[in-house]
């Protein structure tokens, strides 16, 4: 996991395809996120891909497709997106500007094939050593995201976690970054108790 001010990275890898056609050179589909735990300095994250759990409003109405998270370097846009195998998957087009192009070559040719999500958790599931998730899916100890928003995907160099086609890495985050999480926690677990 990479951090950002209060917002997230994880990253697979090699899971890009192009999408077959005439005038589709430039389309290509990926998964950018899984429900494979990930170890965070606060223990194993899942990102859940149950109904309802991602809100994926940002990513429809402005998603744009980013080289390493450089909010700088916009390279496509994100056409499409939608669940499928507990993945999270999107169509991507290429813009055709000269570094945009490189980058698609790139990633045709199998030399990039690193796709990572930004994301922020709004809603947080925690689960105790020994214990199960409130669905049974997961033995603690472990973190669920059961509600959280993408908000850009990005082709990267170098991924850190090659089940899915997006990996991870990670960043310190500030003691108040580390605080408002263990309030999400909180607050979800409330809400499950009343």
Known sequence: ??????????????????????GNENKFILSFSSETP???????????????????E??????????NHNWDRVVGKVLKV????????AEIEFDTDEDSEIIKN????????GVSVGYHVTAWEEVNMNEKSKDDKYEGPCSIARHWMPFEISIVSIPADITVGVGRSAEDETPQEEFKNYENIIAYNNNLCS
């Open 58 to 67: 940002r990513l429809e109405e402005l998603g744009v497709v980013l080289f």
């Open 106 to 113: 790139k990633v045709a040719s199998g030399t990039l094939k």
């Open 38 to 56: 990930y170890e965070r300095w606060f223990g194993p994250e899942i990102l859940s891909h149950e109904e309802g759990a991602i809100d994926f």
């Open 82 to 89: 939608w669940i499928e195998d507990e993945r999270g998957m």
């Open 1 to 22: 996991m990479k951090k950002k001010g209060n917002k997230l990275f994880r990253e697979l890898n090699g899971s890009i395809r192009a999408v077959e056609g005439e």
